[in-house]
Each structure stands twice: as structure tokens, then as C-alpha cells.
């Protein structure tokens, strides 16, 4: 294995570890690791053994440590670890410590790290296969070409992390330009990421990876999908800070490993009917009922449909 690998630890070293042993067997030359400070004694003892683990690296490798005495929070955290790591690495595979890979993830980053590095269309690289449940999805290829990029594992260069903006600057303008709903087109899709980009600006929600899929989708940049799934989440249930339901669909999909040689899609361009599928199952969007009634209102009346979005709002 060639690629760096980063790590973000905290809490949980019983998730921690078994996403270290995944590691350890791919043996990567550079392991950064990322991990907040202690919110509480209960914290401190848990990510005591959390870094313990790290502790036992038995391979050659270049460890270095990213680790906060006082608790900034997941969001800072996060966030400026990530841009630490990418400051020193030109490329990356990145883990929270819930999340496992198939050890076949490793070589299907290396290789696509590596074939796609200077295409600057490519922004991201994902683990995770959300297309199950979707009894239209085929593929004889390897991959795919998304406009969403899953965070449940994945990798990237610094040429594209480089643009990452925790704090959002250019989202008003953006909003007020109608750049974004220009973008996305689709008026139900437009409304859920509007709502969730006002939600990181005013710094309302905690986490890290809406900043990223802003940059993304800004960008015209497109994220690689494999077509069996090669990372999973291991972390769903009360303790985590997100993902609660233990019995979420999305919680311990089984890993699948990916097959190599690796099959190439003949052209770079985005699977529209895979991404309308993850669009409804994964983030609850309703586009056909968006699309009949608000479509055609937001596009001959925007001062109109603005304000009723408006009203609807309050």
C-alpha cells in the first residue's frame, strides 16, 4: 500500500480498534490520527484507550499525531485536523473510527488515487455502496460517477481539499446569486441542501462534511461510487452523535470485496438514475411532488415562489 491513511479517533475505543486491526493489515507507510480533547472524565478515560491503540503500530510506518487537550468540538476539530493532514500529504484515505473497510478499499483507493490525480473533475473517492434497496441499478463497471460524496470512508488529494471552507464564506452570496439552485436544478434538491448549508453557515449543526459537499457540488466536483459496498459503518446506536437508530438500514452493511482488475467506465459523467435513488433513500427527498408543483412556479415566478418559501420557513 502506497496512499497515507487518517485516522480520526475519540470515545470509542472498541469501534477504534477494530478499524485499527482493518488498518494494520493494509499496513500504510504514513498514518496521521486526528482526536479532540475530553468533554468530561468519562471522555478522557475513553480516549485513553483510544490512543492507546495507536500505540501499538508494529509495522513501518511514519505515525504522526493531531491531539487537542481541551475539547473544541467535532466540528473545529475535525475540520482543522483535516486541514493539518492534507497540509502534509498530497493524498489520503480517510476513517472516523466507526467506520470499517473491506481490505480491498486500500488498493481500490491506490489505484483511482493514482489513475485520477491530476483530473481536477474528480474531487472524491468513497467507500460506501448505497444502492441495494434500487432494483434498477446495474453496472459492469467498477465504479461510478456521483454527485455526492459519502463520508463513510473515502479519500481524496490535497488539490481538492484545498478548497475546503469550514466556516462557508461564499454561501450568501451564493444564495443570493441563485448560483446553487442554478446548479442543482431540481427544486426539491435545491431546498434540502439550501436549508442544510444555512444550517453549517450559522453554525447550527456540528459537524464537518456538509462544508465538503458544498465545495463538491460547487465545483462540478464528482465522487467515485463503488458498485459493492467496501466500507461500513459500525457506529449506529445512542452513544454516537448522529447516527442513533441501531436498526437504520444503513447501520453494518455488509462488506462486499471489490473484484481487480478494476473495470473503468468508458466516460467521466454522473449516474443520475443511482443518484435520484440516494437523493430519496438516503437524504428523504420527495422530487417527483417537488418537481410537478414547486418546479414550474420557481421557474416562471421566483420572486413568488421565494416567498412563499419564505412564509413556509417561519
Not at 478499524?19 to 475530553?38: E, N, Y
Request: aromatic share 14%.
Amino acid at each position: 500500500m502506497k496512499t497515507p491513511v487518517i485516522l480520526i479517533i475519540f470515545n470509542r475505543p472498541d469501534e477504534t480498534q477494530r478499524v485499527f486491526d482493518a488498518v494494520r493489515i493494509a499496513r500504510p507507510p504514513k498514518l496521521l490520527v486526528i482526536c479532540d480533547g475530553p468533554r468530561n472524565k468519562a471522555d478522557e478515560e475513553k480516549i485513553d484507550e483510544s490512543k492507546a491503540i495507536i500505540e501499538t503500530v508494529d509495522w513501518e510506518c511514519e505515525v504522526i499525531r493531531n491531539y487537542s487537550d481541551t475539547n473544541i468540538g467535532c466540528r473545529s476539530k475535525l475540520s482543522s485536523g483535516l486541514q493539518w493532514a492534507f497540509s502534509i500529504v498530497d493524498r489520503a484515505i480517510v476513517f472516523e473510527s466507526d467506520c470499517l473497510p473491506d481490505q480491498t478499499f486500500f488498493k481500490f483507493c491506490d489505484e483511482l488515487l493514482e489513475k485520477y490525480k491530476d483530473d481536477e473533475e474528480i474531487m472524491h473517492i468513497g467507500g460506501n455502496f448505497f444502492q441495494q434497496r434500487n432494483d434498477k441499478f446495474t453496472s459492469k463497471d467498477s465504479y461510478y460517477f456521483s454527485s455526492i460524496p459519502h463520508i463513510w470512508g473515502w479519500a481524496t488529494w490535497s488539490r481538492a481539499w484545498k478548497y475546503y471552507d469550514p466556516d462557508l464564506i461564499e454561501w450568501p452570496k451564493v444564495k443570493a446569486d441563485g448560483t446553487l439552485s442554478k446548479i442543482l436544478k431540481d427544486p426539491a434538491v435545491y431546498e434540502y441542501w439550501s436549508t442544510v448549508f444555512d444550517a453549517y453557515y450559522d453554525k447550527k449543526l456540528p459537524s464537518w462534511d456538509g462544508q465538503w459537499t458544498f465545495q463538491c457540488i460547487m465545483r462540478g466536483g464528482l465522487s467515485i461510487i463503488p458498485s459493492v459496498n467496501l466500507v461500513t459503518n459500525i457506529g449506529f446506536g445512542p452513544q454516537a452523535m448522529q447516527t442513533k437508530d441501531a436498526k437504520s438500514i444503513f447501520s453494518n452493511i455488509p462488506l462486499n470485496p471489490m473484484l481487480f482488475p478494476l473495470k473503468h467506465p468508458d466516460t467521466i459523467r454522473v449516474n443520475i438514475q443511482a443518484d435520484n435513488f440516494t437523493w430519496r433513500q438516503n437524504f428523504g427527498i420527495n422530487r417527483y411532488w417537488n418537481q410537478r408543483i414547486f418546479g414550474p412556479i420557481r421557474r416562471t415566478f421566483p420572486y413568488f415562489y421565494k416567498t412563499i418559501r419564505n412564509l413556509f420557513k417561519k
